[in-house]
């Protein structure tokens, strides 16, 4: 199976591409589900879309910029940087600038930024599953060759759906990040920590299939990036555990 036409459909000589259209449309689902489960977390609606408002653009242009900054001997113009609706967005560069946003703007509304990133980040999971399938319609972020059923097309060869892999884990971590989150007793950044931890597991297997790895020297950058965020996670997973009171879902 090859990927599919790339480009959605055309509005005033402007190809619009799938690859914007669900990267959209997991952000916006994304903020509505975190708006439903708020109360939880004792944050209002407000809150969230004001977080949000903030945190999406200053995502991409994190993601565009980290992409970029590896890939400099590519993008030459400033127009060239700027273009991303052919691909070009790093998901590690978005989560690092959204979690810088989120502390920002928690300081300021006198929010616990741990509280809420343990409200948004199941929700991010799933943006990234949808997402991913951006990927495959840009025929981009795939594995080199392979002779297994499920591989698709790409330049007549024959290659592993890396996108796929983890569209899939991420979905599946959704689900488990948000029963942790809606039904246990937890401190607050556990879901979080679990997040980094789970999260980069995957990356750190998955970039090992991948072509079109950013690099740092001789080493791929999404691997040392994971590698990093494991261990943040276990140790603000064990910190927060042991120095921070735990709480559950209905006294948030």
Not at 98 to 108: G, K, L, M, Q
Request: charged share 15%.
């Amino acid at each position: 199976m090859g990927h599919p036409d790339p480009i959605a459909f055309t509005i005033f000589g402007i190809d619009i591409r799938w690859y914007g259209i669900l990267i959209a449309f997991g952000m916006l689902l994304a903020v509505f589900l975190s708006c439903r489960r708020a109360p939880r977390h004792g944050i209002t609606d407000e809150d969230v879309l004001d977080i949000a408002i903030w945190m999406l653009p200053v995502g991409v242009i994190g993601a565009r910029f980290y992409y970029v900054i590896f890939n400099l001997d590519y993008y030459k113009t400033l127009s060239s940087m700027l273009d991303i609706r052919g691909g070009g967005l790093a998901i590690h560069g978005g989560l690092i600038f959204s979690a810088i946003t989120i502390f920002v703007i928690c300081r300021r509304k006198k929010l616990d930024p741990l509280n809420v990133l343990d409200l948004f980040i199941p929700t991010v999971a799933l943006a990234q599953s949808i997402g991913r399938w951006g990927n495959f319609f840009n025929g981009e972020a795939h594995g080199g060759p392979t002779d297994l059923p499920w591989g698709i097309i790409v330049d007549g060869v024959k290659v592993h759906p890396t996108f796929l892999y983890e569209s899939i884990w991420c979905l599946l971590l959704f689900f488990a990040l948000s029963w942790f989150n809606n039904n246990k007793r937890y401190a607050n950044g556990q879901t979080f920590s679990l997040y980094c931890i789970f999260y980069s597991l995957e990356r750190f297997l998955v970039e090992s299939l991948r072509t079109d790895s950013l690099m740092i020297g001789p080493f791929r950058q999404a691997q040392v990036i994971s590698i990093c965020a494991i261990i943040l996670g276990i140790f603000l997973y064990r910190y927060v555990s042991v120095n921070r009171r735990i709480e559950t879902p209905e006294k948030q």
